[in-house]
Protein backbone atom coordinates (compact mmCIF):
# COMPACT_ATOMS: atom_id res chain seq x y z
CA UNK A 1 0.00 0.00 0.00
CA UNK A 2 1.02 3.47 -0.93
CA UNK A 3 2.41 5.91 1.65
CA UNK A 4 0.19 9.31 1.40
CA UNK A 5 1.93 10.60 4.22
CA UNK A 6 5.77 10.82 2.30
CA UNK A 7 6.73 13.36 0.29
CA UNK A 8 6.49 12.17 -3.37
CA UNK A 9 9.96 11.85 -5.10
CA UNK A 10 13.66 12.97 -2.77
CA UNK A 11 12.95 16.45 -2.66
CA UNK A 12 12.16 18.68 0.76
CA UNK A 13 8.78 19.95 1.24
CA UNK A 14 8.56 23.42 -0.84
CA UNK A 15 7.63 25.74 1.88
CA UNK A 16 8.82 26.80 5.78
CA UNK A 17 6.98 24.95 8.66
CA UNK A 18 4.37 27.22 10.41
CA UNK A 19 5.19 27.71 13.61
CA UNK A 20 2.26 27.74 15.97
CA UNK A 21 3.41 29.98 19.15
CA UNK A 22 2.46 28.48 22.76
CA UNK A 23 -0.80 29.34 23.64
CA UNK A 24 -0.39 28.60 27.53
CA UNK A 25 2.59 30.99 27.44
CA UNK A 26 0.44 33.66 25.90
CA UNK A 27 -2.44 33.56 28.27
CA UNK A 28 0.26 33.37 30.87
CA UNK A 29 1.57 36.49 29.89
CA UNK A 30 -1.69 37.93 29.50
CA UNK A 31 -3.08 37.16 33.19
CA UNK A 32 0.29 38.38 34.68
CA UNK A 33 -0.78 41.79 36.79
CA UNK A 34 0.70 44.98 35.89
CA UNK A 35 3.56 45.79 37.80
CA UNK A 36 3.98 49.59 37.28
CA UNK A 37 7.39 49.39 36.14
CA UNK A 38 6.68 49.07 32.13
CA UNK A 39 6.57 53.12 31.57
CA UNK A 40 7.29 52.73 27.62
CA UNK A 41 3.60 54.08 27.27
CA UNK A 42 5.17 57.10 29.58
CA UNK A 43 7.89 58.45 27.42
CA UNK A 44 5.57 59.89 24.28
CA UNK A 45 3.48 61.56 26.64
CA UNK A 46 6.74 63.65 28.27
CA UNK A 47 8.39 64.12 25.01
CA UNK A 48 4.69 65.14 23.16
CA UNK A 49 4.47 67.77 26.52
CA UNK A 50 7.93 68.96 25.96
CA UNK A 51 7.25 69.49 22.39
CA UNK A 52 4.12 71.69 23.46
CA UNK A 53 6.12 73.76 25.17
CA UNK A 54 8.80 74.38 22.78
CA UNK A 55 5.95 75.22 20.27
CA UNK A 56 4.34 77.70 21.75
CA UNK A 57 7.71 79.51 23.40
CA UNK A 58 8.96 79.68 19.72
CA UNK A 59 5.76 80.85 18.68
CA UNK A 60 5.83 83.78 21.38
CA UNK A 61 9.43 84.29 20.48
CA UNK A 62 8.62 84.52 17.38
CA UNK A 63 5.19 86.84 17.33
CA UNK A 64 7.71 89.66 19.42
CA UNK A 65 10.08 89.47 16.69
CA UNK A 66 7.60 90.20 14.30
CA UNK A 67 5.92 93.41 16.06
CA UNK A 68 9.29 94.59 17.19
CA UNK A 69 10.03 94.46 13.24
CA UNK A 70 7.10 96.21 12.53
CA UNK A 71 7.48 99.10 14.99
CA UNK A 72 10.92 99.51 13.29
CA UNK A 73 9.36 99.70 9.78
CA UNK A 74 6.87 102.06 11.30
CA UNK A 75 9.02 104.57 12.35
CA UNK A 76 10.73 104.36 9.19
CA UNK A 77 7.59 104.86 7.43
CA UNK A 78 7.33 107.99 9.71
CA UNK A 79 10.86 109.42 9.20
CA UNK A 80 10.44 109.19 5.37
CA UNK A 81 7.36 111.00 5.48
CA UNK A 82 8.46 113.83 7.12
CA UNK A 83 11.93 113.79 5.25
CA UNK A 84 9.19 113.74 2.04
CA UNK A 85 6.85 117.23 3.56
CA UNK A 86 10.14 118.92 4.17
CA UNK A 87 11.44 118.69 1.04
CA UNK A 88 7.92 119.32 -0.82
CA UNK A 89 7.51 122.36 1.26
CA UNK A 90 10.91 123.46 0.18
CA UNK A 91 9.99 122.99 -3.44
CA UNK A 92 6.75 125.61 -2.44
CA UNK A 93 8.83 127.92 -1.34
CA UNK A 94 11.56 127.74 -3.62
CA UNK A 95 12.09 126.96 -6.96
CA UNK A 96 14.43 123.95 -6.88
CA UNK A 97 13.61 122.52 -10.64
CA UNK A 98 17.27 123.02 -11.48
CA UNK A 99 19.07 121.64 -8.44
CA UNK A 100 20.17 118.14 -9.25
CA UNK A 101 21.02 117.36 -5.63
CA UNK A 102 17.13 118.19 -4.94
CA UNK A 103 15.62 116.23 -7.41
CA UNK A 104 17.86 113.24 -6.63
CA UNK A 105 16.88 113.48 -2.92
CA UNK A 106 13.55 113.98 -3.59
CA UNK A 107 13.56 110.47 -5.52
CA UNK A 108 15.63 108.71 -3.36
CA UNK A 109 12.75 109.39 -0.64
CA UNK A 110 9.73 108.50 -3.08
CA UNK A 111 11.33 104.85 -3.72
CA UNK A 112 12.08 105.06 0.21
CA UNK A 113 8.38 105.59 0.53
CA UNK A 114 7.34 102.85 -1.99
CA UNK A 115 9.59 100.64 -0.33
CA UNK A 116 8.60 101.16 3.18
CA UNK A 117 4.68 101.12 2.05
CA UNK A 118 5.52 97.04 0.52
CA UNK A 119 7.61 96.41 3.49
CA UNK A 120 4.89 97.01 5.95
CA UNK A 121 1.81 96.23 4.00
CA UNK A 122 3.16 92.51 3.67
CA UNK A 123 2.46 92.06 6.97
CA UNK A 124 -0.88 93.40 7.63
CA UNK A 125 -3.89 91.10 6.82
CA UNK A 126 -5.65 94.43 6.31
CA UNK A 127 -3.93 97.67 5.03
CA UNK A 128 -4.59 100.26 7.57
CA UNK A 129 -6.29 103.80 6.54
CA UNK A 130 -3.06 105.38 6.94
CA UNK A 131 -1.48 102.83 4.71
CA UNK A 132 -4.19 103.59 2.20
CA UNK A 133 -3.17 107.58 2.42
CA UNK A 134 0.19 106.34 1.49
CA UNK A 135 -0.66 104.40 -1.41
CA UNK A 136 -3.53 107.27 -2.82
CA UNK A 137 -0.24 109.69 -2.64
CA UNK A 138 1.81 107.55 -4.83
CA UNK A 139 -0.70 106.62 -7.00
CA UNK A 140 -1.76 110.83 -7.48
CA UNK A 141 2.49 111.14 -8.10
CA UNK A 142 2.10 108.08 -11.03
CA UNK A 143 -0.66 110.20 -12.95
CA UNK A 144 0.63 114.15 -12.46
CA UNK A 145 0.31 115.99 -14.84
CA UNK A 146 -2.87 114.00 -15.47
CA UNK A 147 -2.97 112.26 -19.55
CA UNK A 148 0.80 112.55 -19.40
CA UNK A 149 3.06 109.59 -20.32
CA UNK A 150 5.83 110.46 -18.80
CA UNK A 151 4.25 111.83 -14.99
CA UNK A 152 6.65 112.66 -11.97
CA UNK A 153 6.35 109.61 -10.42
CA UNK A 154 7.94 107.99 -13.91
CA UNK A 155 10.91 110.36 -13.72
CA UNK A 156 10.99 109.89 -9.89
CA UNK A 157 11.71 105.86 -10.79
CA UNK A 158 13.50 106.59 -13.86
CA UNK A 159 16.37 109.32 -13.05
CA UNK A 160 16.37 108.06 -9.09
CA UNK A 161 20.01 108.39 -7.98
CA UNK A 162 21.00 110.43 -11.35
CA UNK A 163 22.85 113.78 -11.28
CA UNK A 164 21.12 115.25 -15.07
CA UNK A 165 17.87 116.24 -14.90
CA UNK A 166 15.32 115.89 -18.78
CA UNK A 167 13.95 119.00 -19.19
CA UNK A 168 10.34 117.91 -19.14
CA UNK A 169 10.82 116.88 -15.74
CA UNK A 170 12.32 120.25 -14.98
CA UNK A 171 8.61 121.79 -16.19
CA UNK A 172 6.55 119.93 -14.20
CA UNK A 173 8.76 120.71 -10.68
CA UNK A 174 9.09 124.32 -11.85
CA UNK A 175 4.94 124.40 -12.58
CA UNK A 176 4.35 123.11 -9.25
CA UNK A 177 6.54 126.21 -7.51
CA UNK A 178 4.80 128.48 -9.86
CA UNK A 179 1.24 126.96 -9.20
CA UNK A 180 1.88 127.47 -5.35
CA UNK A 181 2.70 130.98 -6.01
CA UNK A 182 -0.62 132.03 -7.49
CA UNK A 183 -3.05 130.29 -5.30
CA UNK A 184 -1.32 128.00 -2.43
CA UNK A 185 -4.87 126.83 -1.42
CA UNK A 186 -5.74 125.30 -4.51
CA UNK A 187 -2.34 123.79 -5.35
CA UNK A 188 -1.11 120.51 -5.69
CA UNK A 189 1.56 120.97 -3.69
CA UNK A 190 -0.87 121.66 -0.65
CA UNK A 191 -3.13 119.21 -1.54
CA UNK A 192 0.17 116.71 -1.08
CA UNK A 193 1.42 118.38 1.68
CA UNK A 194 -2.02 118.46 3.85
CA UNK A 195 -2.62 114.64 2.85
CA UNK A 196 1.06 114.10 4.27
CA UNK A 197 0.23 115.54 7.31
CA UNK A 198 -2.71 113.30 7.73
CA UNK A 199 -0.93 110.64 7.63
CA UNK A 200 1.82 111.81 10.20
CA UNK A 201 -0.34 112.91 12.18
CA UNK A 202 -2.01 109.51 12.65
CA UNK A 203 1.22 108.17 12.97
CA UNK A 204 2.53 110.30 15.37
CA UNK A 205 -0.81 109.96 17.88
CA UNK A 206 -0.83 106.15 17.43
CA UNK A 207 2.63 105.58 18.01
CA UNK A 208 1.94 102.87 15.50
CA UNK A 209 -0.42 101.96 12.60
Do not use: C
Not at 82 to 101: G, I, M, V, Y
Not at 146 to 151: A, C, L, R, V, Y
Not at 194 to 209: P, S
Amino acid sequence: MADYQRPIGDHEPPYDPIIVPSVEKDRKAREEPFSGHKTFGQKPLVFATLLSYFKKALSLFSSKGKTRTLMIDRQQILDDLLAFRKFLQTLANEDQSHNPDYTKQLAELWHNLIDDFNHVAQFERKIPKELEKIKNLIDRFHHFPPGEDHTLGYYFTEYAGKDWLPFPFMEILQKLHEDYLKTPQLSDLREWINLLNEVIEALDIKGEI
